[in-house]
Every structure is written in structure tokens, then in C-alpha cells.
T-cell receptor
Framework: GENVEQHPSTLSVQEGDSAVIKCTYSDSASNYFPWYKQELGKGPQLIIDIRSNVGEKKDQRIAVTLNKTAKHFSLHITETQPEDSAVYFCAASPLSGGYNKLIFGAGTRLAVHP | NAGVTQTPKFRVLKTGQSMTLLCAQDMNHEYMYWYRQDPGMGLRLIHYSVGEGTTAKGEVPDGYNVSRLKKQNFLLGLESAAPSQTSVYFC????????????FGSGTRLTVV
């Protein structure tokens, strides 16, 4: 069935280091891949997304890469800051469903230590 | 510009009680969704709606009902709450069509004792 696997489940880095979160998806027809950041006590917030006609997208310190052949995509955060500490979710849009369906990964808890 | 507003933010129910969670969006989005979030389980879709007057089941619909009488509102009901429904509930909305990101509300933390 449709599935998105996300790794690692927890990630601890020192301020200024880079952080990478990886996701794999099962439906090869998926063509939209958003990333969400969830801060403590808040709802997930869309931070960046990528579509299948693009291999990489960057927005300041965050970037997302997509490898459609291998069916995986990654979130890269450079020069991490304490305010980057949050839970990050990846998602993929399968072809089935008939609506704007998203399948979410289980999440990665990122801790950035000063 | 409120986005997606959920009420209440917190609630404690006794087993067997009923309640309705309210979700309102002011972005004129056609699609709306209800998710539950449990530790280690990520986000699981309960029900969704692709327009006023329409609803459909998601991944974990048992024990819940929904209604979309107005385009801007999506209600989630628990007729007879069970401890297994203790969770954080998120409402989300998106534009009509495929491959659009969701806008989430801030969540309702529900505890059933």
C-alpha cells in the first residue's frame, strides 16, 4: 500500500551544524512532496515543497532534494539554530484517492543544542 | 488573517460522553481534513471533505462522524468517547485540486478518562 518512511526518528545536532532528514515513498506516481515543521504545542506548518519536475529547491537555509528513480527525498537544514528545534514531517501525494491526498511520514524530532 | 481555527484547544471527557470539535477556515479552501496525532504514529486521516455537503472516510474513521454544512466549517463528532480516542486532533484545509499543501490548525488536545 501507500507508505512514506522517514528517518531518523530523532536527530540531535550542535548549533551551526547541518541536519538531514530522509524519506522514501512507495507510490512511484507521487509527484508532490511537502515538508512540515511542528513546534511544541502548535500545528504543522508547511516550510517547503517540491514537485517531481524539479530535482532540488532551496529557500534560505533549507533545501529539499528529490530522486524519483530511487523514490526518496530529503530535507537539508544548514547552519542550524536553536529555533530550528521541532518535529519535521515529510509527505507524498499518491496518485490514488481522487482528492488532494497526502501520506505523512512518522516525523523526525530535531534538537539543536547551543 | 486567522487561517484555520480549532475550538476547543483542550478538553477532558469521560468515557461514553459525546462532543463536537469545531474547525473554521477563512481562506475559501474547498478541501478540509481531520487528522489525529498519536506518539510514534504520525498523522492519521480520520475524515475529509472535498466540498460543502460532502464527506468521506479516511484511514481511521471508526468512532467519529463529520459534517460540512458550510464551506468554511468542518465539524468532527465523537458520539461515545473511548480512552483510545485520547489524542491531539488537527484540522487542515487546502485548495481544490491536486498537489497543494495543507494549512493546519493549532490542534485540540482531547483526553478521555
Amino acid at each position: 500500500g501507500e507508505n512514506v518512511e522517514q528517518h531518523p526518528s530523532t536527530l540531535s545536532v550542535q548549533e551551526g551544524d547541518s541536519a538531514v532528514i530522509k524519506c522514501t515513498y512507495s507510490d512511484s506516481a507521487s509527484n508532490y512532496f511537502p515538508w512540515y515543521k511542528q513546534e511544541l504545542g502548535k500545528g504543522p506548518q508547511l516550510i517547503i515543497d517540491i514537485r517531481s519536475n524539479v530535482g532540488e529547491k532551496k529557500d534560505q537555509r533549507i533545501a529539499v532534494t528529490l530522486n524519483k528513480t530511487a523514490k526518496h527525498f530529503s530535507l537539508h537544514i544548514t547552519e542550524t539554530q536553536p529555533e530550528d528545534s521541532a518535529v519535521y514531517f515529510c509527505a507524498a501525494s499518491p496518485l490514488s484517492g481522487g482528492y488532494n491526498k497526502l501520506i505523512f511520514g512518522a516525523g523526525t524530532r530535531l534538537a539543536v543544542h547551543p | 488573517n486567522a487561517g484555520v481555527t480549532q475550538t476547543p484547544k483542550f478538553r477532558v471527557l469521560k468515557t461514553g460522553q459525546s462532543m463536537t470539535l469545531l474547525c473554521a477556515q477563512d481562506m475559501n479552501h474547498e478541501y478540509m481534513y481531520w487528522y489525529r496525532q498519536d506518539p510514534g504514529m504520525g498523522l492519521r486521516l480520520i475524515h475529509y471533505s472535498v466540498g460543502e455537503g460532502t464527506t468521506a472516510k479516511g484511514e481511521v474513521p471508526d468512532g467519529y462522524n463529520v459534517s460540512r454544512l458550510k464551506k468554511q466549517n468542518f465539524l468532527l463528532g465523537l458520539e461515545s468517547a473511548a480512552p483510545s480516542q485520547t489524542s491531539v486532533y488537527f484540522c487542515a484545509s487546502s485548495r481544490q485540486g491536486l498537489n497543494y499543501g495543507y494549512t493546519f490548525g493549532s490542534g485540540t488536545r482531547l483526553t478521555v478518562v
